[in-house]
């Protein structure tokens, strides 16, 4: 039996690898998204429950989506190691599981936002290349054991095989097995037969190989050509250059500006959008006197604005990394609902992305006069595909949920009482506005240093209304004001620091800001959920 259970285990896990491996490279020609782990992995997604996902956020960062593709990958191997054995039983339990695993690929393939007919190809092709393995390596031939055994009975044609010439009664008819006409009605009968490891193995192989050269392939037929090819124009109106006193550049305190490499990566894609510049459009519509559609290329020739503007996600733990702060290059948001003119009641701005994901801003806080952009440039260099090519929104003040759309398609005038967002379906609030907050990056959590002069440092943020002071304490004495380095305006992050005459023992540092409306951050430990964390940044170091 235990021969059976390995067989076929192996022979399910084969063939369930055979399958994704074959449905990644299809999906080179018919879309990535369209990959039977992408599409399944996308549905997961969209319906796990909010607590679930805000755990996965808090626990892998912005590895959650590998994080769920690996738990994906160990179910789906489960599953199919336990449809392997069936099958040693019947085939057509086999075949049954495998056409199961083939539906659900179909079914989350053709559903996806933007699907077209061909996305249901990689499944069924990846299906039909696991049911042929499965063929060849259960085919009924000649008997075999998955390895040598000599003290079992070996399992053929569907049961135990008596030795030779004796039945259950001694006698030789029983032996003979039994009858035609009985034969017809049992399950159709596979036996063990002697795995080929050599197949088992260049099946996970091939599955390895061919999932990573299908997304590698995948992402060399996207827009990274026509990303390198987009000329940026020049901006009508430039923010304030970063002067030099705005980074204090300390070893491992976050610099003023966040490199394109680092910038912090937070959304449900599973695999990035490729986005065709050259077909893609922007729709502008709903409650407004007048619908546009504009090219790329139109988007280009407008009046472009250039900011330095710290983003910040709504998932952001007290003390955490998912903020960053980059030059935007884009067209104001203000004029073009300008030229739309939104009608009475219409509250809410919708946007929309390439894969069908959306977030709702309040029209009013984009048409206040502050820096909110479409944005097609980052730090002097067309947007990044990670980060929304070819274009995004870039909203100051509000949290990237509800108002930082990537892969931009279409902009929808509505009201908030009539839509709810992706995130706000799921229980977050309407409206994000940025907290006040402050971390400590310098020195580092649970590091040790030494007696004396110790430079604490970090960053400090308030959002479109800006940070006035930080204060930093130790053990839960008194507040100290820390140094303020310059910024360039209030939509961006402020680096501090402070000088602390350490002396030796286990001490605890507390760092809090206040903004220029004279509003001190939130001491309130609060998670992120439902609209974002508060608290102050404590951390713990050793003096020796």
Known sequence: MAVRWRAGAAVGVASAAAAIGIGELVAVSTGARSAPLVAVGGVVVDTVPEPVKAFAISLFGTYDKV??????????????????????????????????????????????????????????????????????????????????????????????AEPAGSGTDGSAEAAAGPSADQSAERPVPVGVRKIDRRVVLGALGFAAVAGYGGRTLAGVRGVAEARSEVALPLPISVGPAVPSAADLRLPTLAPYVTSNRVFYRIDTALVVPQVDPSTWRLRIFGRVRKEIELTFEQLLARPMIERHVTLCCVSNEVGGDLIGNARWLGVPVKDLLDEAGPLDGADQVVSRSADGWTCGTPTAILRDGRDAMLAVGMNSEPLPVDHG????????????????????????????????????????????????????????????????????AGVAWAQHTGVDKVEVRVDGGEWQPATLAETVSV?????????????????????????????????????????????WDTIEVSVR
């Open 491 to 535: 939509d961006t992050w402020r680096q501090w620091s402070w000088g602390w005459d350490a002396p030796a023992g286990r001490h605890t540092i507390s760092v809090r800001a206040t903004d220029r409306t004279g509003a001190v951050q939130d001491e309130s430990p609060r998670p992120p959920f439902p609209d974002g964390a508060t608290g």
């Open 389 to 456: 090519f070819p274009v995004r929104m870039v909203t100051p003040g509000l949290y990237g949920y509800v108002s930082a759309c990537k892969w931009l398609v279409s902009m929808e005038l509505t009201s908030f009482n009539d839509f709810d967002a992706y995130w706000v379906r799921r229980g977050w609030a309407a409206q994000g506005p940025i907290k006040t907050q402050s971390r400590i990056d310098v020195p580092r959590r649970g590091t040790e240093v030494s007696a004396g002069r110790v430079t604490v």
């Open 67 to 160: 994080a769920l593709q690996v738990g994906t990958v160990v179910l789906l191997a489960v599953f199919a190691a336990l449809v392997g054995v069936a099958a040693t039983k019947d085939i057509r339990f086999g075949y049954g599981g495998i056409a199961l695993f083939a539906a659900v690929g179909v079914a989350a393939a053709a559903t996806r936002p933007g699907a077209s007919v061909f996305a249901v190809v990689p499944s069924l092709v990846g299906g039909a290349a696991a049911i042929a393995l499965m063929w060849w390596l259960l085919r009924p031939a000649e008997p075999f054991d998955a390895e040598p055994v000599d003290a079992e009975p070996v399992e053929s044609a569907g049961r135990i």
